[in-house]
């Protein structure tokens, strides 16, 4: 498989898993936002983040979807998914009773799956970041060893 396929793919799952969490916070916002309070860590910033967090991932999936702006939404995922990851973790390793205030199906994942699911999309962003960073491999031809 083609590198910018590779990249394009994971932009576009992205672009998806973002999208997707983003519209699912906001139909069920009043829930949303009410976990958001529950939270021992954000609970105070709960009003702020509620509206906060949608407009990141669908800024990200904008850049992630314009080519000439895809490698800073691919950093932006990466930053996010670190810092959800980071958030799920001090959930898991610190709390006796942990609110839920993500979107959609994700809501109904374990909070270790949550975080194994956490850091394979972690894992892409970073796999994305690298393969475009990386330059591209020079390959022989027959024609280039006679030269």
Known sequence: MKRAT???????AFIILFLYTAFSKLFIYSIYVKDLGRSPFVGEWAAPLSILLPLI????SILLFVPRTRTLGLWGSLALMIAFTAYVSALVFTQDHL??????????????QH???????????ALAIWL????P???QTAADLYV
């Open 137 to 139: 491999v020079q390959r």
């Open 6 to 12: 590779i990249i394009d793919t994971i932009a576009y």
């Open 99 to 112: 609110p839920c205030s993500c979107g959609g199906l994700i809501r109904e994942l374990t909070w270790k």
């Open 115 to 125: 975080f194994f699911f956490n850091i394979f999309f972690t894992l892409l962003a």
């Open 132 to 135: 475009k960073r990386r330059p």
């Open 57 to 60: 991932e669908f800024a990200i």
